[in-house]
């Protein structure tokens, strides 16, 4: 069996955990490299091997008319971890066609369906039927992960707009023809709420709420937080944010951390959520933008040295909670 990942912090995790299990640390095995990864393929040994998902494609490069007998006739098992991801292009294609008698099996918390295809692909065409699917109401239901507070903000405060229409008259008293079209107002923002989560204003009120809330949700500055969003190019707009905001005395300390290599191929679609065209340059050049800016403002923070002055090295500090 053969345990895939696409992140270097996500294969040594995964060595730590399977390796806390086992009762023997041969029993489960790292690569060093792909000539590594290629010997311990056409091994006779049956221990679990955690390669990434790299690794495994430059072996693939070799094809089946170059790779050994041995190995392509093996009854291997590839587990992809977080599937979603580097599974839609060529290079998961050209694996899945050379190791053509494996069997594939996907884990994934966020599975592509027809709604988000990528490359007119889903997690169902790619990995077939789904083997199990665990739910976060499942999750909570066991006392598996705490359960989960939800806070909702809106880009418009719907509620103090409908309450200031029914305090237009203090009895609510209308004639039947006023009465109808103070309905049909508050019927048109209840349908709308769903506004664009995309769209700046609707940042710069995320923004807005976390720092006028923060002292009494972090239970005075005891915990830290982490804001998640869809794309890279929605965290630099997040980060850019809370930088311009940061000017009073809450001070928080804010940071972004992504790989600049993922979510920019010109195999991707090159459109924004409003079905703008991005170009690809575009968007490369935006996040070498952002990388710099967010360094600038984290050596300033931190006064880091120059030696450590790089955005791998950031990544990896805040990654593992150092800072």
């Not at 009854?75 to 998961?92: A, N, P, Q, W």
């Not at 966020?110 to 990995?127: A, G, S, V």
């Not at 968007?283 to 600038?296: G, M, Q, R, S």
Request: glycine share 2%; hydrophobic share 35%; proline share 2%.
């Amino acid at each position: 069996m053969v345990f895939v990942a696409d992140r270097i912090e996500l294969v040594k995790q995964t060595l730590i955990e399977y390796k806390s299990f086992s009762p023997t640390t041969k029993t489960v095995q790292g690569t060093y490299n792909t000539d590594d990864l290629f010997k311990k393929l056409i091994s006779s040994s049956r221990e679990l091997i955690v390669t990434s998902i790299y690794k495994l494609s430059k072996l693939s490069d070799l094809n089946e008319f170059q790779l050994p007998k041995k190995i392509l006739d093996k009854r291997i098992v590839f587990v992809v971890d977080e599937c979603h991801r580097s599974t839609f292009d060529k290079m998961f294609k050209q694996i899945r066609q050379v190791f053509n008698k494996a069997i594939f099996i996907g884990f994934t918390g966020t599975p592509i369906l027809n709604e988000n295809k990528k490359n007119d692909l889903t997690t169902y065409q790619i990995f077939g039927e789904e083997i199990h699917n665990y739910k976060i109401s499942n999750a909570i239901a066991d006392e598996s992960v705490l359960k989960i507070d939800t806070y909702s903000v809106y880009t418009i405060n719907y509620e103090d707009i409908i309450s200031k229409i029914k305090r237009f008259d203090p009895n609510y008293q209308f004639p039947d023809e006023k009465k109808e079209r103070y309905e049909k107002v508050e019927k048109f923002l209840v349908s709308n709420k769903d506004e664009s989560p995309f769209d700046h204003q609707h940042r710069k009120v995320v923004v807005s709420d976390i720092r006028e809330n923060w002292k009494s949700r972090s239970d005075e500055r005891k915990f830290h937080a982490i804001l998640t969003v869809p794309d890279i190019d929605q965290a630099i707009e997040y980060y850019k944010l809370f930088i311009q905001e940061n000017n009073d005395d809450l001070n928080l300390n804010v940071t972004a951390i992504f790989d600049p290599n993922f979510d920019t191929t010109e195999e991707d679609d090159k459109y924004d959520y409003h079905g703008n065209k991005i170009a690809y340059e575009s968007k490369v050049k935006n996040k070498e933008d952002a990388i710099k800016l967010i360094l600038a403002n984290y050596h300033k923070m931190f006064s880091s040295c120059d030696e450590i002055f790089r955005y791998l090295q950031h990544e990896g500090e805040c990654s593992l909670d150092e800072w």
